[in-house]
C-alpha cells in the first residue's frame, strides 16, 4: 500500500467500529519523506512523499475502509526534559540548544530534546536542570533553513526574547 498524504486524524474521524492499526514510528521517522515500514498487523506501507515540508504526526489517518484504519504513533524515547522557570531561561536554553543544531521541542511549557549523554551534562553544567524521561515527541519546532550570521545582534530571534524577557527601565 502507497500513502501520498494523510486522510485527516484520529481525534477529528469516526471509527463506527472499524478496527484500528497503528503504524509505529520513532520521531526522527515523523519527517521521513519516503519509507517502508509494516504496521502492527503486518500491513507493508511505503510512504511517498511528494511535497516539500509533509510530515507525519501522532493520530495522522494513513488509510480508511469500510473495516479498517491505520494511524501513525509516535513511540516514546528517552528524552531531555528541561522546565524553565522563566522566558529567559527559556530563551537562553532553546538558543543554546539550537545553536548545537539539535532537534527541540516545546511540550506542556517544557523544553524536550532527544537523550545524549554529553548534552545532558552540558546542561546540567550550564545550571539547568535537566531530566531524563520517556516521552513521545511530537511537536518539532520548525526551524528556518535559512543562512543565519552571528555578527549582527539586533536581529536574531535571541536577541528579540532578551529583550522581551528583560526588566523595563523606569
Known sequence: MTISETLGTISNSTINGKSIDYLDLEWFESTKRIQRKKTRQGEDIAIKFLREGQRLREGDILFENEKKIIVVNILETETIVISPFSM???????????????????????????????????????????????????????????????????????????????????
Not at 554529553?118 to 516521552?135: A, I, N, T
Open 88 to 170: 529567559l531561561e527559556m530563551g537562553t536554553v532553546c538558543y543554546e540548544i539550537g545553536n548545537k543544531h539539535i532537534p527541540l521541542f516545546i511540550q506542556e511549557d517544557k523544553v524536550l530534546l532527544p537523550f545524549e549523554m554529553p548534552m545532558f551534562r552540558w546542561l546540567e553544567v550550564s545550571g539547568f536542570k535537566p531530566e531524563k524521561q520517556s516521552v513521545k515527541l511530537l511537536n518539532l519546532l520548525k526551524s528556518n533553513v535559512e543562512p543565519h550570521g552571528h555578527g549582527s545582534l539586533g536581529s536574531t530571534i535571541f536577541t528579540k526574547i532578551l529583550k522581551m524577557a528583560a526588566p523595563k527601565d523606569e
